[in-house]
C-alpha cells in the first residue's frame, strides 16, 4: 500500500497569515491532486500537478510537485476565512490504466479566523 | 448539473441489519469508485469500476459488495452492518483521460449502532 502523508493535520491561523501544507510519501507518483472539501460535501478538485519540479498557481494558491514526484506543497499567501476547509492531497500512480486509483493522504484541516 | 448523486444521505442502522447505498453519475464516465472517509485517515478506497462489468477490491473491502449496474450507477451493499463500518460514504466518476479528476457525491452518513 502507498502511502501519502500529510502535516500538519490541523491548522488555525488569523485571516492575513501565510500557510503551508505538505504532502509526503515514498513512492513515485504519475501526478498528484489536491483536494478541497467543504463540510457536508465531497471533495473538489483545485489542481493536477504532473512533471517533477512543476510549480502551479491559482490565485493566492501555489502548488509544487516535488523533483522526485514524491512529494507536494500547497502554499496560501494572506489566508482569507473563505479558505478554511479540508485539504487533500491524492497521488495517481498510473497515468492511463483503466479505473486510475487514487492514494489521498490524510488531510489537512485549515482553519482561517476573521 | 447533476453530475454524482448519492442516495440517501443519511442512515442508522443496527448491528447485523444490510443496506445498500446508491450512486449514479451522469457525465458519461467509464470508471467508478466507492470511498470511506474516517476522521484523520482521509479517504480509503473500498471498491472501484473501471468499466462498466468490471469490479475490482481497493485498500479495504471487507465486509463490503458492490454492483455496476450499467454505465449510470454503482452501488454498495454492507451485507451484514457492524459499528467498525460507521463512517461517511462518497461515491466518485473519473473521465476516461488521463488526468481527470474523480468528480464526488456529496456523500451518505452511515450510522451502525
Known amino acids: 500500500t502507498q502511502l501519502l502523508e500529510q502535516s500538519p493535520q490541523f491548522l488555525s491561523i488569523q485571516e492575513g497569515e501565510n500557510l503551508t501544507v505538505y504532502c509526503n510519501s515514498s513512492?513515485?507518483?504519475?501526478?498528484l491532486q489536491w483536494y478541497r472539501q467543504e463540510p457536508g460535501e465531497g471533495p473538489v478538485l483545485l489542481v493536477t500537478v504532473v512533471t517533477g519540479g512543476e510549480v502551479k498557481k491559482l490565485k493566492r494558491l501555489t502548488f509544487q510537485f516535488g523533483d522526485a514526484r514524491k512529494d507536494s506543497s500547497l502554499h496560501i499567501t494572506a489566508a482569507q476565512p473563505g479558505d478554511t476547509g479540508l485539504y487533500l492531497c491524492?497521488?495517481?500512480?498510473?497515468?492511463?490504466?483503466?479505473?486510475?486509483?487514487?492514494?489521498f493522504g490524510g488531510g489537512t484541516r485549515v482553519l482561517v479566523k476573521p | 448539473n447533476a453530475g454524482v448523486t448519492q442516495t440517501p444521505k443519511f442512515q442508522v442502522l443496527k448491528t447485523g441489519q444490510s443496506m445498500t447505498l446508491q450512486c449514479a453519475q451522469d457525465?458519461?464516465?467509464?470508471?467508478m469508485y466507492w470511498y470511506r472517509q474516517d476522521p484523520g485517515m482521509g479517504l480509503r478506497l473500498i471498491y472501484y469500476?473501471?468499466?462498466?462489468?468490471?469490479?475490482d477490491k481497493g485498500e479495504v473491502p471487507n465486509g463490503y459488495n458492490v454492483s455496476r449496474l450499467n454505465k449510470r450507477e454503482f452501488s454498495l451493499r454492507l451485507e451484514s452492518a457492524a459499528p467498525s463500518q460507521t463512517s461517511v460514504y462518497f461515491c466518485?466518476?473519473?473521465?476516461?483521460?488521463?488526468?481527470?479528476?474523480?468528480?464526488f457525491g456529496d456523500g451518505t452518513r452511515l450510522s451502525i449502532l
Open positions: 513512492s513515485v507518483f504519475s501526478s
Open positions: 466518485a466518476s473519473r473521465g476516461p483521460d488521463g488526468y481527470q479528476p474523480q468528480h
Open positions: 469500476s473501471a468499466s462498466e462489468g468490471t469490479t
Open positions: 457525465m458519461n464516465h467509464n470508471s
Open positions: 491524492a497521488g495517481a500512480q498510473k497515468v492511463m490504466a483503466a479505473g486510475n486509483k487514487l492514494t
